[in-house]
């Protein structure tokens, strides 16, 4: 059984999204080693004015701390996981993402704006590599999940269309 507890945890991962927050960053990943099979992994992701708090732990005692206690941003990211949402429109690889073709110019898309199938809606620069990311459907963008020029993992939701 390990000396720490899942409180201390806690207070820790608020310090890290506090830390987000108050040094203007946009993700923060931390491993704390306790002992063999003991440890906490830690990643904290501003996307949107909103943050995504995920933590994995080898220690039992961790593993059945409830998640709720964590902070209720925690709570809000996972009823309101954009991810699930039918109309997600995913990255499909790790890179910047970038919302126009070049610093200064229009956006290739906005909120409310009506786009058709296969229509560039943002660009995700990977290896020194531009990639245009089209609408997988028609639809009109309800919702912009990135801001322009931040890291973007693959899978993460980008935008939702509907």
Same mark, same amino acid.
């Given at each position: 059984?390990?000396? @720490?507890?899942?409180? *201390?945890?806690?207070?820790?991962?608020?310090?890290?999204?506090?830390?987000?927050?108050?040094?203007?960053? %946009?993700?923060?990943? /931390?491993?704390?080693?306790?002992?063999?099979? $003991?440890?906490?992994?830690?990643?904290?992701?501003?996307?949107?004015?909103?943050?995504?708090?995920?933590? &994995?732990?080898?220690?039992?005692?961790?593993? @059945?701390? !409830?998640?709720?206690?964590? %902070? !209720?941003?925690?709570?809000?990211? *996972?009823?309101?996981? !954009?991810?699930? @949402? !039918?109309? *997600? /429109?995913?990255?499909?690889?790790?890179?910047?993402?970038?919302?126009? *073709?070049? #610093?200064?110019?229009?956006?290739?898309?906005?909120?409310?704006? &009506?786009? %058709?199938?296969?229509? &560039?809606?943002?660009?995700?620069?990977?290896?020194? &590599?531009?990639? @245009?990311?089209?609408? #997988?459907?028609?639809?009109?963008?309800?919702?912009?999940?990135?801001? $322009?020029?931040? #890291?973007?993992?693959?899978?993460?939701?980008?935008?939702?269309?509907?």
């Amino acid at each position: 059984m390990s000396k @720490h507890s899942a409180e *201390a945890d806690v207070a820790f991962i608020s310090a890290l999204a506090e830390l987000l927050n108050k040094n203007d960053l %946009t993700e923060v990943s /931390v491993k704390r080693e306790y002992g063999e099979n $003991d440890s906490l992994e830690v990643r904290v992701v501003k996307q949107s004015n909103i943050v995504q708090m995920t933590a &994995t732990a080898a220690a039992p005692a961790i593993a @059945h701390a !409830p998640a709720a206690t964590a %902070t !209720p941003a925690a709570a809000t990211v *996972a009823n309101e996981d !954009p991810a699930q @949402h !039918p109309g *997600a /429109v995913t990255s499909p690889m790790v890179g910047t993402v970038y919302l126009s *073709a070049e #610093p200064g110019a229009t956006p290739f898309v906005g909120v409310g704006a &009506t786009v %058709t199938e296969g229509q &560039t809606v943002l660009i995700i620069e990977a290896m020194k &590599t531009m990639n @245009h990311i089209p609408a #997988p459907r028609a639809g009109v963008v309800k919702r912009i999940l990135v801001s $322009d020029g931040t #890291p973007v993992e693959y899978g993460a939701p980008l935008m939702i269309i509907e």
